[in-house]
C-alpha cells in the first residue's frame, strides 16, 4: 500500500512516513495541500493520506475537499493528523469528507490504532 | 520550578484557573513524551537558577481570534540539536543541520501550541511556526505563564504571552 503524506513540517513528514514504513506502507511526500494535489493528479496512486491542517498555499480541510470533489479519488482514506483538536475542527474535518482524526502528538500505537480502525493495517492478535 | 502566573487574561485562558493542575505543563510532558522520548519522565520541572542561555533558539506560534496570544519556545543551540536528534530518532553520528533544527523546534512550537489553543473557549487561528534566534517582542507585562522545564537536564522555557 502506498500513502501520501502531507505536512509542511519536514520533521512531522518524517516522523509520520517512518511510522508507515514500519507498518508496510510506501510513502510519497508533499509539503502543502497544492502539492498533493498535483502528485494526484499526476497520477501517483494513493491508497491513504495522512494531512496536516494548518499549511501555507493549501490547507489540509481545502485539500481533502478538492479530493472530495474528484470522483477518481473516492477510493483515497484521508486521515487528518494535526494540532487542532478543538471538537468544533474535528467535526469540520469529517463534515469535508476525511475518514478519521489524529491529534498530535500521537504515539505510534495511536497511529497504528487509527490505521486498524480504518482497515488499512490489521489488528495484532494478542498472544 | 520557576513558575509566573501574572495575569489571567489574553488568548481567553484563564491561567488564574489552573491551580495545581497546570495543563500547560501536562501539554509540554506530552509532546515531549510522544513525539520526542518515546517514554514519559524525561521532562520535568527545572529546579533552581537558571543559567544564561548561549546561542538561545526560539520557536513561537500566535494565536489569533480567540483573543491573541503567544506560544513560546526557548532553547540554548546545544539543546535543540540534541532535541532535533531525539525528535528524528538519529544516531549520534547523524549529522543535525540548521534546516532540521529549525523545522524541529518549530514543529515542537507548533504541536505544544496547537494543544494550548485548544484549553481556550473559542476556535482560534494558529498561525504557522517562526524560528529565530532572536527573540521575538515581548514586553515583561504580557507575559501570561511560564514554565522553565528540564529536559534531559538541560533547560528549555515554555512561554505564553498577550499579543496586542
Avoid at chain 1, 510519497?28 to 499526476?42: H, I, K, M, S
Avoid at chain 1, 491513504?48 to 482514506?77: K, S
Avoid at chain 2, 481556550?120 to 527573540?135: I, Y
Wanted: hydrophobic letters at 45%.
Amino acid at each position: 500500500m502506498r500513502a501520501l503524506v502531507i505536512d509542511d513540517s519536514r520533521t512531522m513528514r518524517r516522523i509520520v512516513a517512518g511510522q508507515l514504513s514500519n507498518l508496510g506502507f510506501e510513502t510519497v511526500e508533499a509539503a502543502d495541500g497544492r502539492a498533493a494535489l498535483d502528485l494526484l493528479e499526476a497520477g501517483t496512486e494513493v491508497e491513504l493520506a495522512c494531512i496536516d491542517w494548518n499549511m501555507p498555499v493549501m490547507n489540509g480541510l481545502e485539500f481533502v475537499g478538492a479530493v472530495r470533489e474528484n470522483p477518481a479519488w473516492r477510493d483515497v482514506t484521508l486521515m487528518m493528523v494535526t494540532t487542532e483538536s478543538e471538537q468544533g475542527q474535528i467535526v469540520r474535518a469529517l463534515a469535508a469528507g476525511a475518514h478519521e482524526y489524529l491529534i498530535k502528538p500521537f504515539t505510534p500505537d495511536a497511529f497504528r490504532e487509527k490505521l486498524q480502525l480504518l482497515g488499512l493495517v490489521e489488528y495484532e492478535e494478542i498472544a | 520550578m520557576t513558575t509566573d502566573v501574572t495575569d489571567a487574561g489574553g488568548m481567553g485562558l484563564d491561567v488564574d484557573a489552573l491551580g495545581n493542575t497546570d495543563p500547560i505543563l501536562s501539554i509540554a510532558e506530552e509532546v515531549f513524551s510522544a513525539m520526542i522520548d518515546g517514554e514519559p519522565g524525561l521532562l520535568n520541572p527545572w529546579y533552581g537558577d537558571r543559567p544564561d542561555p548561549v546561542e538561545p533558539m526560539h520557536a513561537w506560534v500566535d494565536v489569533h481570534e480567540a483573543g491573541s496570544g503567544r506560544v513560546l519556545i526557548e532553547a540554548e543551540r546545544g539543546t535543540v540539536v540534541e532535541l532535533t536528534r531525539a525528535l528524528l530518532a538519529m544516531g549520534p553520528d547523524e549529522e543535525v543541520t540548521e534546516a532540521d533544527m529549525v523545522d524541529g523546534l518549530g514543529e515542537v512550537a507548533n504541536v505544544v501550541g496547537g494543544n494550548v489553543k485548544a484549553l481556550v473557549p473559542e476556535t482560534g487561528v494558529l498561525t504557522l511556526p517562526q524560528v529565530s534566534s532572536e527573540r521575538p517582542p515581548t514586553p515583561a507585562e504580557d507575559l501570561l505563564h511560564e514554565l522553565a522545564l528540564d529536559w534531559r537536564g538541560r533547560l528549555v522555557v515554555l512561554s505564553l504571552w498577550r499579543l496586542p
